[in-house]
C-alpha cells in the first residue's frame, strides 16, 4: 500500500495539485480538506494524478464537483492522468468523458492556456 501524498506547486503560472499513492477513503479527507482551501477567484487548476496507483469512487464526487465550479467560473480542471487502474474506475463509473484528461502536464498546460 503507497501512502498518500499532495503537494501544492506551480506549473507555468498555473496551480497544480500532485496526488501520489492510494486515495482511498482516510486520503479522502485529506483531499477534501485541500480542495476546499481553493480560493473562489480561481478558475484554472492541474490536478497530476499520475503517481495515485489506487483510487476509490469517494474522491470522484469531490472531483466533479471541483470540475462544475471551475467552469461556473468559466475556466477549468485539468487532470494529468492515469494509471490504469485509476482510469478504467473513471470509465466504470462514467466520468472519464467529463473530465478534460491529458497524459502530460505540458498537454494539460496548453489546454489551459487556450481557454483561462
Same mark, same amino acid.
Not at 469517494?58 to 472531483?63: A, D, F, M, N, T
Given at each position: 500500500m503507497s501512502a498518500y501524498e499532495q503537494h501544492v506547486e506551480e506549473a507555468? %503560472? +498555473?496551480p497544480l @495539485? $500532485? @496526488?501520489t499513492g492510494h486515495l482511498d477513503a482516510e486520503a479522502y479527507l485529506e483531499f477534501d480538506a485541500t480542495l476546499t482551501k481553493i480560493p473562489s477567484s480561481q478558475t484554472c487548476l492541474v490536478i497530476d494524478m499520475r %503517481? !495515485?496507483?489506487y483510487m476509490e469512487s469517494?474522491?470522484? %464526487?469531490? =472531483?466533479m464537483l471541483l470540475h462544475r465550479n471551475l467552469e461556473a467560473r468559466g475556466g477549468a480542471l !485539468?487532470? !494529468?492522468c492515469c494509471q490504469a487502474e !485509476? =482510469? $478504467?474506475l473513471l470509465e466504470q463509473v462514467g466520468v472519464a468523458e467529463r473530465f478534460h484528461m491529458f497524459d502530460t502536464l505540458d498537454e494539460g498546460i496548453a +489546454? @489551459? $492556456?487556450s481557454i483561462c
Open positions: 507555468q %503560472g +498555473y @495539485l $500532485r @496526488l %503517481g !495515485v496507483d469517494s474522491p470522484i %464526487g469531490l =472531483l !485539468v487532470l !494529468v !485509476v =482510469l $478504467r +489546454y @489551459l $492556456r
